[in-house]
């Protein structure tokens, strides 16, 4: 509209008293629109609140209803459909009644799975949503399931979608099985009703024996909830992760102000003991694994996804950045929670370069690996090739904090680059662009731009054992594997650069021996 009305009067020839009254005229119309403009943003931007609940009515099989009302009314009722991996989500969903604000029915036809349209504008509703365990096992962690002992309810693809880009808030009562209780970040109100700021990021963990233990590493309040019969105990469990939260502090520099919760739960269906999926929501991370027998080996298991999840907390889910930048926030945060397992013993220093060349071996079988450029990769993640993200992002973060090491003297390293992020994007109002955020903070020291460049922005390829050769490792390819190995002959600036990655005489000569 003011588009029209400056388009209009600027070709006009306008003198004296006309040009004043047209002048004033023109500011009263500019006013006008854009007090409808705003008032017609704010009614569309209101963000979407639900009062309602959530009713398990059967463990076997899984199904629960949902009912409430929905502030303000639509027309259009869409559920997720899609979300990482998981596809027909929607499908889920069925038996949607809907009414309006008297309580008179709303007629409402299903369009598509997930999506429903209603004759006019509805604000109660009840639907029922089936929640089976995906059939594919690593999905677990992604999306609401219930077993008979024990589950998720993820509001994000529980609820309705919000219409506007706002967060969606809700005021829910759970109605669970005799014996069951919950695991939440979420604030507890009156009447037992939990007050939901995000219903995207709210998680919940249900079930019969759930097992709490609260801790604060440094300033957080965290707590570790789990549940069945694992080889360790869970005080170790919760001892490991709040080391790690301790670790991960002082690399950001800051601890993460919020409530935080980790869930270690066994998968819902029968798999192997090496397997594990995790997914990092709001302030819950959600760790699924197989149970190993020895405690020793299920710990060490545990270590290094568990360190990468929490790392989440940190980045993505602390700062205010938008797009597709999973090759640093996935890739790039495989390496540096490699890292920080390193300082805190949980991995080795051959443990650590033997990671590095598994990573190198499955860059260098994928088909992709030097098609696309990281960030085209990014955008491409659940329909191409999700793992060389990590791959190929966690190996050339390695060589990035190779080479800003022995250019500086050890002065920086690739946790300045998190240090950054974490100080400039914490307010959320002042949101930014994550590739491009990135990309400055890691091309501030002038002589990384061309690294970043050939790396990062283009799809360079990468030779392991050249790229590797001036730091003092070299490749050892006489196997089937790819091994790293620290070079017989050293320069004291390389051996002062390796030891700050855990090197010493002795785990060297243990890693020449095996």
Not at 259 to 265: E, K, P, S
Not at 405 to 415: C, E, H, I, P, Y
Not at 429 to 451: H, I, K, Q, S, Y
Not at 463 to 473: K, M, N, S, T, V
Request: proline residues 4%; positive net charge.
């Amino acid at each position: 509209m003011p588009g029209t009305i400056f388009q209009s009067l600027s070709s006009s020839r306008l003198t004296g008293q006309t040009h004043r009254r047209m002048a004033s005229f023109l500011m009263r119309a500019i006013v006008s629109a854009l007090l409808l403009l705003t008032a017609c943003y704010a009614h569309d931007a209101r963000a979407q609140s639900i009062d309602g609940s959530i009713s398990v009515l059967s463990i076997s099989p899984p199904r629960v209803r949902v009912e409430g009302t929905r502030t303000p009314g639509t027309n259009t009722w869409s559920f997720r459909n899609v979300y990482a991996s998981v596809i027909g989500i929607g499908d889920r969903v069925e038996n949607l009644t809907l009414a309006d604000a008297q309580g008179a029915s709303v007629p409402v036809r299903k369009l598509a799975p997930g999506e429903w349209r209603a004759e006019g504008p509805a604000t109660r509703f009840s639907y029922e949503a089936k929640l089976e365990s995906p059939l594919m096992g690593t999905d677990a962690a992604y999306v609401s399931w219930l077993t008979g002992e024990y589950g998720f309810l993820m509001l994000g693809d529980l609820l309705p979608l919000a219409d506007s880009g706002k967060a969606a808030t809700a005021s829910l009562r759970l109605n669970l099985p005799p014996g069951w209780s919950t695991s939440t970040t979420e604030t507890k109100g009156a009447a037992a009703r939990y007050e939901v700021k995000d219903v995207e990021r709210a998680v919940f963990f249900v079930g019969r024996n759930l097992r709490e233990r609260h801790a604060s590493p440094g300033s957080m309040d965290f707590t570790f909830v789990t549940t069945g019969e694992w080889a360790f105990t869970d005080e170790d469990a919760a001892n490991m992760a709040s080391s790690i939260l301790k670790e991960h502090a002082e690399t950001f520099g800051g601890a993460v102000a919020a409530r935080t919760m980790l869930v270690l739960a066994p998968y819902p269906r029968p798999m192997g003991a090496e397997r594990w999926s995790a997914e990092t929501r709001g302030r819950t991370v959600m760790l699924l694994s197989g149970r190993a027998p020895s405690k020793v080996a299920a710990l060490s298991r545990l270590s290094v996804p568990l360190t990468h999840e929490l790392f989440h907390l940190w980045i993505p889910n602390s700062i205010a950045l938008d797009g597709d930048y999973d090759w640093f926030y996935e890739g790039f945060t495989m390496y540096q929670a490699m890292r920080a397992a390193a300082r805190l013993n949980l991995l080795t220093f051959e443990d650590f370069l033997n990671a590095i060349g598994r990573a190198f071996d499955a860059y260098a079988f994928s088909s992709d690996k030097d098609k696309l450029s990281l960030i085209a990769q990014s955008e491409r993640r659940w329909t191409g090739s999700p793992a060389l993200i990590y791959n190929k992002g966690m190996l050339v973060a390695f060589l990035y904090d190779l080479t800003l090491r022995q250019k500086n003297g050890g002065k920086r390293s690739l946790a300045d680059v998190y240090r950054a992020l974490f100080r400039r994007y914490q307010a959320p109002e002042a949101r930014a662009d994550g590739n491009r955020a990135v990309l400055a903070a890691l091309n501030e020291p002038a002589d990384m731009r061309e690294f970043t460049r050939r790396y990062v922005e283009n799809a360079g390829a990468i030779d392991l054992a050249a790229a590797i050769e001036p730091f003092g490792l070299q490749v050892d390819s006489r196997g089937i594997r790819t091994r790293i190995i620290v070079a017989d002959s050293l320069k004291s600036e390389q051996r002062d650069l390796l030891r700050k990655f855990g090197y010493n005489a002795q785990s060297r000569a243990g890693h020449l021996a095996r």
